[in-house]
């Protein structure tokens, strides 16, 4: 059960900070546990779905996708990122324009962890 658990977080957990940090920190807490429910975990990602769009979290989740690429995105992207993160804030334009710019990252420079990611085909679809 407990590895079933992680699988589905791996796939969910930034897709989950985006809509609440602190039901993203309750399931990190909870999968320390030898003791954990796949069907508790799915009600608890559930809960943060539900939330509405909150731009702080966004704007969180968003820097921590960054953080796979910093390294390796050139300076033109770095500026675009912040950009769009500034524009964001501003309400100028959607979330859905930082993922659609984080996921073009992700294909230039592949990550297997993110690669298995909900959160850009989760915005992708709302966004429409």
Sequence with gaps: ?????????????YLVLSKSQKIYNEIREYLKSDDVNLEILKNKISLALNLKEDKSQILNSSKHIWGYFKKQAKSNEKNKFFFLLSEYKLSKIHNIEIFC????????????????????????????
């Design 1 to 13: 059960m407990k590895k079933e658990c992680e699988k589905l977080w791996a796939t969910q957990k």
């Design 101 to 128: 710019f984080l996921e073009q990252l992700l294909i230039m420079y592949p990550n297997e962890y993110l690669q298995n990611t909900s959160i850009f085909d989760y915005y992708k679809k709302i966004n429409k």
